[in-house]
């Protein structure tokens, strides 16, 4: 069968983007630096390294700053992961208004980032749901972003409360991998 991944690594598989965390979990130094490293260690063109982490632990005062950005339909949920972390990816050489392009590549190294840090998150049993839905350009202020960084999107880290866990359905392979013409599903 086409959806089933039988040869998947079971981090990958069970992965979840859950809306409903166990409040009384608190997100320690090791886990955050485990995570935030194995985004730091992820591939990039060029090895620029174009990201970096704003990081709002529950309770501190960076979360409080943090929460009222996210939109109502975020802040719903969000608020109670253990955990909000904002990436950014940098877009220019430097400040200036005609500062030279910084990567054509920065917004997918970031995603490889992000991407490993989920990975991490589902290694050390935490859940994670990345999010668009906050104020970008209020986070940026607030944060003290430099113009030369794009604020891009936010992921709620923290232990999931089981009941919340669903089913989870992909496309089928045949519908995102082709071979030579596009559409045309991949043999395999």
């Known amino acids: 069968m086409d959806d089933d991944a039988p040869g998947l690594l079971p981090l990958l598989r069970d992965r979840r983007s859950v809306r409903t965390y166990d409040v009384s979990h608190e997100l320690g130094g090791t886990e955050l630096r485990a995570l935030l490293d194995a985004a730091r260690w992820a591939p990039s063109a060029g090895n620029s390294q174009p990201w970096a982490f704003l990081v709002g632990r529950r309770g501190d005062a960076a979360h409080r700053a943090f929460v009222p950005l996210l939109a109502p339909s975020v802040r719903r949920w969000a608020p109670a992961a253990s955990a909000l972390v904002f990436a950014l990816c940098q877009v220019a050489s430097g400040p200036e208004d005609d500062a030279l392009g910084y990567s054509d590549y920065a917004a997918y190294d970031l995603g490889q980032s992000v991407a490993q840090l989920t990975v991490q998150a589902t290694a050390l049993g935490l859940s994670c749901h990345q999010f668009a839905a906050f104020d970008h350009d209020g986070l940026a202020a607030v944060a003290g972003v430099p113009p030369h960084w794009s604020v891009t999107t936010g992921v709620a880290v923290g232990r999931a409360v089981l009941s919340d866990i669903v089913p989870r359905s992909r496309r089928p392979r ?11 599903p991949l043999p395999l």
């Open 174 to 184: 045949s519908q995102v991998a082709f071979g030579a013409r596009f559409g045309d």
